[in-house]
């Protein structure tokens, strides 16, 4: 079975500029999560997409925002890009049902590292 | 502010010990508790998960969780070296959101 999946690997923005980043959960997932991993900062929680709908947002502000597509997978955009949103951006995915319980568990995809400069 | 707390470490313990990592969390509402592991420059690794009070093992691992204390550990038997990464506590409440620890580094000597 395939795990998530993200691209591309690597990205190198110059400030100002906008990041789109992509993300594909495993099969049968519904649920896309995105984190964000800040040197000294630990992995901070984005945005949570679940049936195409943005379900919970973190504390970041409006220029990062994303969209599920129907088959699931999703996008993250980081618009007007600053020098501290450097980081290792992950996704995670999840599968459907109980997640209102807490009973379900999240698997990571590989990262892509944004580096603005 | 809900929050999970750990020992940014290192821990340092010598092949074939018992390593113990800690975790506490605030929000008493949280329901489910989970163990990453991530190597250097790597994604984290889902290791356990634990829903209830008590302790459960899966192979070499033992997640325990105490509500009552808020605290929840992960044992590992017969450290290897291969077992040296950050270990991530990372507890959900309510909606499904992840808050995560910054984690601990154990370190395992040949």
């Known amino acids: 079975e395939a795990g998530v999946t993200q691209s591309p690997t690597h990205l190198i923005k110059t400030r100002g500029q906008q990041a789109t980043l992509r993300c594909s959960p495993i099969s049968g997932h519904t649920s896309v999560y995105w984190y964000q991993q800040a040197l000294g900062l630990g992995l901070q929680f984005l945005l949570w997409?679940?049936?195409?709908?943005?379900?919970n947002r973190g504390n970041f502000p409006p220029r990062f925002s994303g969209r599920q597509f129907p088959n699931y997978s999703s996008e993250l955009n980081v618009n007007a890009l600053e020098l501290e949103d450097s980081a290792l951006y992950l996704c995670?995915?999840?599968?459907?049902?109980?997640?209102?319980?807490?009973?379900?568990?999240?698997?990571f995809g590989p990262g892509t590292r944004l580096t603005v400069t | 502010q809900k929050e999970v707390e750990q020992n940014s470490g290192p821990l340092s313990v010598p092949e074939g010990a018992i390593a113990s990592l800690n975790c506490t969390y605030s929000d008493r509402g949280s329901q489910s508790f989970f163990w990453y592991r991530q190597y250097s420059g790597k994604s984290p690794e889902l290791i356990m998960f634990?829903?209830?009070?008590g302790d459960k093992e899966d192979g070499r691992f033992t997640a325990q969780l105490n509500k009552a204390s808020q605290y929840v550990s992960l044992l590992i038997r017969d450290s290897q070296p291969s077992d040296s990464a950050t270990y991530l506590c990372a507890a959900i409440s309510g909606y499904s959101t992840l808050t995560f620890g910054k984690g601990t580094m154990l370190l395992v000597s040949p």
């Open positions: 997409y679940d049936e195409g709908e943005e379900r």
């Open positions: 634990i829903y209830s009070n």
């Open positions: 995670a995915s999840s599968s459907p049902g109980h997640w209102d319980r807490g009973f379900h568990e999240q698997y």
